[in-house]
């Protein structure tokens, strides 16, 4: 199986906070990330897709289609934003790990619907510390 990754960044911000907790308690869970007036990250978002190669092309998907789905899918919609105010969010706590699970389901539909290719993996790097895989293994 051959995998084609591209790296693509966004920054944005969120506050770990699960609603039905109260202020002490996610302070408790979530530390000084539950602070409510938020925290940016500059995110890195690594789309991995597999698929057939194209006899005439040789690639999985032309770079400049996947990069177009990008934005229309995820640049447009979640940079420079608040993620806790955003639909995807309305129900679960950002954390890199919800975060992956959102933009793995909306790139899969994306990239389905404008090519032969479909998302294998997502993995979001939140901090040089911290990143979270979501989807298949290589």
């Known amino acids: ?9 966004f920054p944005a911000a969120h506050v770990l906070a699960q609603p039905a907790f109260s202020s002490e308690e996610n302070r408790r869970v979530f530390g000084r990330c539950a602070n409510p007036t938020g925290h940016g990250h500059d995110y890195q978002l ?5 698929g057939p190669i194209d006899p005439k092309l040789g690639w999985i998907i032309a770079p400049a289609l996947l990069d177009e789905i990008f934005e229309e899918t995820i640049g447009a919609r979640y940079s420079h934003s608040m993620l806790n105010e955003l639909a995807a969010f309305a129900e679960r706590v950002p954390t890199a790990e ?3 699970r959102v933009m793995h389901d909306e790139l899969t539909e994306a990239v389905a619907r404008r090519s032969t290719a479909r998302v294998a993996r997502i993995r979001v790097i939140e901090t040089p ?5 979501y989807g298949e293994t290589p």
Do not use: D, F, G, P
Not at 46 to 50: D, H, P
Not at 129 to 133: A, D, F, I, K
């Open 98 to 100: 919800n975060i992956a």
């Open 129 to 133: 510390r911290n990143h979270v895989e």
């Open 1 to 9: 199986m051959i995998y084609l990754t591209r790296r693509y960044a």
């Open 46 to 50: 690594e789309v991995s897709l597999a």
